[in-house]
Protein backbone atom coordinates (compact mmCIF):
# COMPACT_ATOMS: atom_id res chain seq x y z
CA UNK A 1 0.00 0.00 0.00
CA UNK A 2 1.44 3.11 -0.66
CA UNK A 3 1.87 5.79 1.61
CA UNK A 4 2.25 9.65 1.31
CA UNK A 5 5.57 11.16 2.41
CA UNK A 6 5.91 14.14 5.34
CA UNK A 7 7.11 16.29 2.04
CA UNK A 8 3.73 15.51 0.64
CA UNK A 9 1.78 16.57 3.73
CA UNK A 10 4.00 19.54 3.92
CA UNK A 11 3.57 20.56 0.66
CA UNK A 12 0.06 20.10 0.67
CA UNK A 13 -0.58 22.21 4.27
CA UNK A 14 2.19 25.14 2.20
CA UNK A 15 -0.37 25.11 -0.98
CA UNK A 16 -3.59 25.28 1.03
CA UNK A 17 -2.63 27.27 4.51
CA UNK A 18 -4.90 30.25 3.44
CA UNK A 19 -8.03 27.92 2.29
CA UNK A 20 -7.58 25.92 5.48
CA UNK A 21 -7.41 28.90 7.73
CA UNK A 22 -10.33 30.95 5.93
CA UNK A 23 -12.63 27.52 6.20
CA UNK A 24 -11.28 27.83 10.14
CA UNK A 25 -11.76 31.57 10.82
CA UNK A 26 -15.24 31.21 9.03
CA UNK A 27 -16.53 28.21 10.52
CA UNK A 28 -15.59 29.34 14.59
CA UNK A 29 -15.87 32.78 13.27
CA UNK A 30 -12.62 34.24 15.77
CA UNK A 31 -9.26 34.98 14.15
CA UNK A 32 -7.10 34.03 17.20
CA UNK A 33 -8.89 30.58 17.94
CA UNK A 34 -8.95 29.78 14.15
CA UNK A 35 -5.32 30.42 13.78
CA UNK A 36 -4.87 27.78 16.96
CA UNK A 37 -7.30 25.45 15.80
CA UNK A 38 -5.25 25.21 12.35
CA UNK A 39 -1.83 25.09 14.49
CA UNK A 40 -3.45 22.15 16.43
CA UNK A 41 -4.69 20.09 13.22
CA UNK A 42 -1.34 20.88 11.53
CA UNK A 43 0.16 18.99 14.81
CA UNK A 44 -1.97 16.27 14.55
CA UNK A 45 -2.09 15.57 11.25
CA UNK A 46 1.82 15.78 11.35
CA UNK A 47 1.72 13.12 14.38
CA UNK A 48 -0.95 10.65 12.05
CA UNK A 49 0.27 11.46 8.67
CA UNK A 50 1.10 8.14 7.94
CA UNK A 51 -2.28 6.71 8.35
CA UNK A 52 -3.02 7.81 5.01
CA UNK A 53 -4.29 5.63 2.76
CA UNK A 54 -2.48 7.62 -0.73
CA UNK A 55 -2.18 11.19 -2.19
CA UNK A 56 -5.83 10.96 -3.56
CA UNK A 57 -7.34 10.89 0.36
CA UNK A 58 -4.93 13.56 1.80
CA UNK A 59 -7.04 16.48 1.19
CA UNK A 60 -10.50 14.43 2.63
CA UNK A 61 -8.38 13.10 5.77
CA UNK A 62 -6.90 16.72 5.86
CA UNK A 63 -10.40 18.27 6.25
CA UNK A 64 -11.86 15.31 8.67
CA UNK A 65 -9.22 16.21 11.14
CA UNK A 66 -9.77 20.07 10.65
CA UNK A 67 -13.40 19.57 11.21
CA UNK A 68 -12.93 17.50 14.46
CA UNK A 69 -10.74 19.96 15.79
CA UNK A 70 -13.02 23.12 14.99
CA UNK A 71 -16.17 20.94 16.69
CA UNK A 72 -14.11 20.32 19.45
CA UNK A 73 -13.12 23.74 20.04
CA UNK A 74 -16.74 24.89 19.73
CA UNK A 75 -18.09 22.43 22.63
CA UNK A 76 -15.34 23.90 24.67
CA UNK A 77 -16.57 27.23 23.96
CA UNK A 78 -20.27 26.27 24.58
CA UNK A 79 -19.30 24.76 27.80
CA UNK A 80 -17.28 28.08 28.71
CA UNK A 81 -20.07 30.41 27.62
CA UNK A 82 -22.34 28.85 29.90
CA UNK A 83 -20.35 29.79 33.08
CA UNK A 84 -19.59 33.15 32.43
CA UNK A 85 -21.63 35.80 30.69
CA UNK A 86 -19.92 37.97 27.88
CA UNK A 87 -20.00 41.51 27.24
CA UNK A 88 -19.25 42.53 23.06
CA UNK A 89 -19.28 46.27 21.96
CA UNK A 90 -18.81 46.89 18.08
CA UNK A 91 -20.22 49.01 15.23
CA UNK A 92 -21.23 46.64 12.47
CA UNK A 93 -22.10 47.65 9.03
CA UNK A 94 -25.22 46.33 7.44
CA UNK A 95 -23.17 43.41 5.23
CA UNK A 96 -21.32 42.11 8.81
CA UNK A 97 -24.89 42.12 10.09
CA UNK A 98 -26.28 39.99 7.35
CA UNK A 99 -23.04 37.53 7.49
CA UNK A 100 -23.45 37.44 11.45
CA UNK A 101 -27.57 36.58 10.76
CA UNK A 102 -26.44 34.28 8.10
CA UNK A 103 -23.74 32.68 9.96
CA UNK A 104 -26.11 32.37 13.11
CA UNK A 105 -28.73 30.73 11.12
CA UNK A 106 -26.34 27.84 10.37
CA UNK A 107 -25.03 27.95 13.47
CA UNK A 108 -28.92 26.79 14.34
CA UNK A 109 -28.22 23.86 12.80
CA UNK A 110 -26.78 20.21 14.28
CA UNK A 111 -22.78 19.95 13.81
CA UNK A 112 -22.75 17.57 11.04
CA UNK A 113 -25.32 19.64 9.08
CA UNK A 114 -23.21 22.45 9.52
CA UNK A 115 -20.29 21.38 8.04
CA UNK A 116 -21.66 20.20 5.27
CA UNK A 117 -23.00 23.43 4.14
CA UNK A 118 -19.60 24.89 5.16
CA UNK A 119 -17.97 22.79 3.08
CA UNK A 120 -20.85 22.75 0.18
CA UNK A 121 -21.08 26.06 -0.18
CA UNK A 122 -18.47 28.21 1.07
CA UNK A 123 -15.00 25.39 0.31
CA UNK A 124 -17.38 24.61 -2.71
CA UNK A 125 -16.77 20.94 -2.32
CA UNK A 126 -18.28 18.34 -4.36
CA UNK A 127 -20.50 16.22 -2.42
CA UNK A 128 -18.61 12.86 -3.48
CA UNK A 129 -15.91 14.57 -1.53
CA UNK A 130 -17.62 15.81 1.01
CA UNK A 131 -19.00 12.33 2.24
CA UNK A 132 -15.38 10.92 2.51
CA UNK A 133 -14.63 13.90 4.50
CA UNK A 134 -16.77 13.36 6.55
CA UNK A 135 -17.03 9.52 6.49
CA UNK A 136 -21.08 9.18 5.69
CA UNK A 137 -22.71 7.85 2.39
CA UNK A 138 -23.27 10.05 -0.57
CA UNK A 139 -26.94 9.46 0.27
CA UNK A 140 -26.66 11.15 3.68
CA UNK A 141 -24.93 13.87 2.66
CA UNK A 142 -27.47 14.83 0.01
CA UNK A 143 -29.84 14.02 2.63
CA UNK A 144 -28.85 16.69 5.19
CA UNK A 145 -27.82 18.54 2.73
CA UNK A 146 -31.43 18.99 1.29
CA UNK A 147 -32.85 18.99 4.94
CA UNK A 148 -29.96 21.86 6.33
CA UNK A 149 -30.75 24.12 3.11
CA UNK A 150 -34.87 24.17 4.26
CA UNK A 151 -34.18 24.58 7.68
CA UNK A 152 -32.35 27.92 6.65
CA UNK A 153 -35.09 28.64 4.36
CA UNK A 154 -37.44 28.73 7.50
CA UNK A 155 -34.97 30.28 9.72
CA UNK A 156 -34.78 33.02 6.88
CA UNK A 157 -38.31 33.51 6.41
CA UNK A 158 -38.86 33.62 10.26
CA UNK A 159 -36.09 35.89 10.63
CA UNK A 160 -37.90 38.32 7.69
CA UNK A 161 -41.09 38.25 9.16
CA UNK A 162 -39.75 39.21 12.96
CA UNK A 163 -37.87 42.33 10.86
CA UNK A 164 -41.18 43.20 9.23
CA UNK A 165 -43.14 43.34 12.45
CA UNK A 166 -40.88 46.16 13.67
Known amino acids: MYKISEGQLLHFIKENQQKLYRFTAM ?11 LQNTILKA ?10 DTLSSWFYHVLINECLLHIRKSKRREDTQEMDVFSIKTKDTLQQEQLWDMIHRLDEKSQMIIVLCFFEERKLKEIAAIMDM ?15 LRVFMEYEDTCIKRK
Open 137 to 151: PLSTVKSRLYKSLEE
Open 46 to 55: YRKYHQIRSA
Open 27 to 37: YVRNEEDAKDI
